[in-house]
């Protein structure tokens, strides 16, 4: 190994594709094409005398030696931030996190907490890529995720942020048209919306095909935002997140009794993310917020009864 044939910007390169894991991101990053970016990694590999990234199906990872030379890449990188900022330390908590999510959570929690977040760190960019989904932190470029439901995977660091609950609503439109069921039998007489049965990957969501199994699907998607709006439009009865259908006064608590599913929201961070200040700061933040939404994510509403059914209004009008 010539230490002394290393290249800042070849260091700098590597730094582009350990944050992203794919060259093609490393390269709109850098300003190039990724045939560049191969390129200035095989030159550094052969500065270095060995490998620094190694390809996988989780994309592009950091072998011993890249790590070693990351760290380096991020002090020359750290050092010309100072220079272009007139010699002040550079905030640390800034480039790109790339997170996954659930719909409702990266409206309704990861979104506040970003939001608050940037106001004390500009510099810092968070890329959400909202899904349904098991963990699975193989995806190139993702720093850490939010499931539903306990993760059985040792690919990062687990932490349970807090819960949130399912109930089935109805709007009022609806009810007066077809009827307000008054136990499960009857409600097994009505049309679900939810998920797609067939791409459902988390078990835990599978509450009606286990409560109301003769439940016929009425409209299935994978977007809960849809199934808010198509039981609004009355579709349907729709297993809904309390904390996305009380914000409707036109929708319908049903059976609140018979029908309240707890579930619990975890986030896994990669193992070589949790040394990245920015990433270590949106974990923070989402954690926080997540117990401030606590009641909401809850249904802490007032609950007036209205035969069957209930009407709701917030616990502070």
């Known amino acids: 190994m010539d230490a002394t044939n290393v290249r800042a910007d070849d260091l700098l390169m590597l730094l582009a594709v350990a944050r992203t894991g794919r060259y093609t991101a490393a390269a709109q990053i850098r300003g190039v094409d990724h045939t560049t970016v191969a390129r200035r990694i095989a030159a550094l590999e052969d500065a270095l005398g060995g490998r620094v990234v190694a390809a996988s199906a989780r994309g ?38 790339r997170m996954s999510a659930t719909d409702g959570f990266s409206a309704y929690v990861a979104a506040p907490a970003i939001a608050t977040l940037r106001q004390r760190h500009p510099e810092l960019s968070v890329e959400i890529v909202a899904t349904q989904r098991r963990a699975a932190l193989h995806r190139p470029g993702l720093d850490l995720e939010v499931v539903v439901g306990e993760p059985q995977t040792s690919r990062g660091t687990a932490t349970r942020l807090g819960t949130y609950t399912l109930g089935m609503y109805a709007s009022r ?39 109301v199994p003769r439940m016929r699907d009425g409209v299935t998607s994978t977007n809960v935002f849809v199934h808010v709006e198509a039981t609004r439009v009355g579709a349907g009865i729709g297993m809904l ?77």
Request: charged share 25%; with cysteine; hydrophobic share 45%.
């Open 60 to 97: 592009w990872e950091l072998t011993a030696l890249g790590q070693h030379a990351v760290e380096t890449a991020g002090r020359i990188e750290a050092a010309m931030s100072r220079l272009s900022g007139g010699g002040e330390e550079p905030d640390p908590v800034s480039g790109v996190v």
């Open 173 to 211: 439109a609806y009810l007066e048209r077809e009827g307000t069921p008054r136990d499960l039998a009857e409600l097994e007489q009505h049309r679900l919306v939810y998920f797609v049965d067939s791409m459902l990957q988390v078990e835990a969501l599978d509450l009606p095909r286990r409560l």
């Open 241 to 317: 997140p309390c904390f996305a259908a009380d914000r409707h006064p036109d929708l319908v608590r049903l059976l609140p009794d018979l029908v309240a599913e707890r579930l619990a929201y975890w986030m896994i961070v990669r193992a070589d993310s949790l040394r990245i200040p920015a990433v270590a700061a949106l974990s923070e933040a989402l954690r926080a917020q997540t117990v401030a939404a606590q009641p909401m994510l809850d249904g802490a509403y007032t609950v007036v009864r209205v035969g069957a059914g209930v009407r709701r209004a917030h616990a502070s009008s």
